[in-house]
């Protein structure tokens, strides 16, 4: 069955840096669109970053130039470099995939910006 498990959120000061990963497993991942959402504390989830299967790249008009969304097909991973972090990028991140018209999630993991 299709997997997404993201990893490397944690606490961070504010202005600091993090690298989120997300493995796909159960897909092709080269035909897969994959995005990065986040979805903070009383707030409907939005959309962070997407990156399609040729690797053109949107952005949130609150993180541009400061997250950068990749992938890796080799790796069957797609990575959400985050630098400048805001206290109101606290939220749980989660990793998605558009795969053959279904979209699918991954379960999160938290990233706390506070000092």
């Known amino acids: 069955q299709v997997q997404l498990v993201e990893s490397g959120g944690g606490l961070v000061q504010p202005g600091g840096s993090l690298r989120l990963s997300c493995a796909a497993s159960g897909i092709i991942f080269s035909i897969a669109h994959m995005g990065w959402y986040r979805q903070a504390p009383g707030k409907q989830r939005e959309l962070v970053a997407t990156v399609t299967t040729r690797g053109i790249t949107n952005y949130a008009d609150s993180v541009k130039g400061r997250f950068t969304i990749s992938r890796d097909n080799a790796r069957n991973t797609v990575y959400l470099q985050m630098n400048s972090l805001k206290p109101e990028d606290t939220a749980i991140y989660y990793c998605?995939?558009?795969?053959?018209?279904?979209?699918?999630w991954g379960k999160g993991t938290l990233v706390t910006v506070s000092s």
């Open positions: 998605k995939a558009e795969y053959l018209r279904t979209d699918y």
